[in-house]
């Protein structure tokens, strides 16, 4: 059975596809950015860098992102007053503009250079804004259930070269998965880091995923997601231990690299492929 080779770039993401490929429709119009207004750009300015990722409003004062987008080069949590997010962008302007009181990263989640299978596991945060967003203005999309191989998703973001307007693949698959990692044949590239991977369900849309990762499997380009259903109450866990203030894990720091390690998330089939986390757009 073929190996898994994962390894790990913090805050710029390296393109697996175009992003202008075909399947990315720009959600460039009110109509055409209906019902996923909650999708937005998070923004961040430190001392020696900036960037985006993607993010999703689940509450009207909590937005659902990848870890690796709220740490720095270093592997240490970012600031909250580092970060805006604006939600519904597009064209430039945002519907919605908070910015971020407190940041809780999934506890199992360590930056590395070498990551395991649990590190893109856990590669999870959750935004709690500064002030609430106003519901009948956007309304929030509510987390919901795993993900079966072979179902159904689609996916929007934001990126390195339409990072002013989200954009939409409605027809991805899930390839494969293993445990909370599901492998996509979606599309990604720079600031994709932490966007949405959607179900339909009969009371509307579900955030099922998050995007972390891109790569191959089976020789074609593919994105790598975390499944949300387990991780959320333990993000919320940490809010609401730490009532005020700023809530990040001690073990989100730097960890030593020890080289190549094996990864095998596609083991029903045997499939693999290389993959590196997405790093945030600049």
Not at 15 to 41: K, N, W, Y
Not at 226 to 240: E, G, N
């Amino acid at each position: 059975m073929r190996n898994l080779l994962l390894a790990f770039g913090l805050c710029l993401c390296l393109s697996c596809v175009s992003a202008a490929a075909e399947g990315l429709q720009a959600l460039e119009t009110e109509a055409e950015i209906f019902g996923f207004e909650a999708v937005g750009r998070i923004d961040y300015v430190g001392a020696r860098e900036r960037g985006f990722c993607t993010g999703t409003l689940i509450a009207r004062d909590l937005v659902l992102t990848a870890a690796h987008c709220v740490v720095d080069e270093a592997g240490t949590a970012r600031a909250p007053s580092d970060l805006t997010f604006l939600a519904g962008l597009r064209q430039g302007r945002a519907k919605g503009e908070r910015g971020v009181r407190r940041i809780s990263i999934h506890p199992d989640y360590t930056y590395s250079v070498d990551p395991s299978r649990d590190i893109v596991a856990s590669d999870l945060a959750l935004l709690e804004l500064d002030r609430p967003i106003d519901y009948w203005s956007i309304p929030p999309l509510p987390t919901g259930r795993t993900l079966d191989r072979g179902q159904g998703v689609q996916v929007v973001s934001y990126a390195r070269g339409r990072d002013d307007t989200s954009s939409r693949e409605a027809d991805c698959s899930v390839l494969d998965r293993q445990d909370r990692v599901i492998v996509l044949d979606c599309q990604a590239t720079f600031g994709a880091s932490g966007s949405p991977v959607f179900v339909s369900t009969s009371a509307g849309l579900r955030v099922v995923s998050v995007v972390s990762a891109i790569g191959t499997y089976d020789g074609a380009p593919a994105t790598y997601a975390v499944t949300v259903t387990d991780a959320m109450p333990i993000l919320l866990s940490a809010f609401q231990s730490s009532p005020t203030g700023w809530s990040a894990p001690a073990r989100a720091a730097v960890a030593a690299p020890s080289g190549p390690r094996l990864l095998r998330p596609g083991n029903r089939s045997g499939a693999s492929g290389q993959i590196r986390f997405l790093r945030p757009g600049q």
